[in-house]
């Protein structure tokens, strides 16, 4: 069965979306489009939210995410459990955000990327495993609970 993978943008990301839909459809995925569907204005955060629950919930293996600068929707997806969403601007950035980080999201800047760049990205990113040994722990220390009174500790601690 095909993997289903979603992808998402806001109106900034919304016309390479397309074009990495029909890339990942011609790749043989099951692509789960979010939105946004056409080029008004939208909020990044109301699409980034629904795709990193998929990824975060293992609804979903991994998602594809854009908007201008691919920042506001790496934010969101970021507070998600689980979810590593790598900003990739070049297909060395894309290897190495899934070998060495196990990026499970890919975040691309729409507004700073041909249609043929992306796609290269894209095919990286899809295409390179996790390289696991020296970088397993240092994944799992990502996801330390973080709570209000520890950031206030450290910061009197440094003070
Ligand atoms: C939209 O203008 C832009 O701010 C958005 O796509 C993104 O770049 C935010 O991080």
């Known amino acids: 069965m095909a993997e289903r993978i979603p992808i998402a943008s806001d109106h900034a ?3 390479l979306k397309e074009r990495l839909r029909a890339a990942l459809t011609e790749a043989g995925f099951d692509v789960s489009d979010i939105g ?3 080029t008004a204005s939208t909020d990044y955060a109301d699409y980034a939210h629904p795709l990193a629950q998929q990824v975060s919930s293992g609804a979903a293996r991994r998602g594809v995410l854009l908007c ?7 934010y969101v997806a970021n507070r998600y459990p689980g979810v590593r ?3 990739a601007w070049a297909p060395d950035i894309a290897e190495l955000a899934r070998k060495h980080n196990d990026a499970n ?4 800047p729409a507004r700073f990327l041909s249609d043929e760049d992306a796609i290269a990205i894209l095919h990286r990113w899809l295409d390179t495993e996790f390289e696991g040994g020296r970088h397993e ?3 799992a220390k990502i996801e330390r609970d973080i709570e209000r009174d ?3 500790d ?3 601690a440094g003070a």
Not at 68 to 74: A, E, R
Not at 105 to 108: A, F, N, Q, R
């Open 13 to 15: 990301g919304y016309e």
């Open 36 to 38: 946004t569907h056409g």
């Open 68 to 74: 201008g600068t691919g920042l506001g929707m790496s």
């Open 85 to 87: 969403a790598a900003v």
């Open 105 to 108: 999201v890919l975040v691309l």
């Open 137 to 139: 722990g240092r994944v």
């Open 150 to 152: 520890d950031v206030a």
């Open 154 to 156: 450290q910061a009197s």
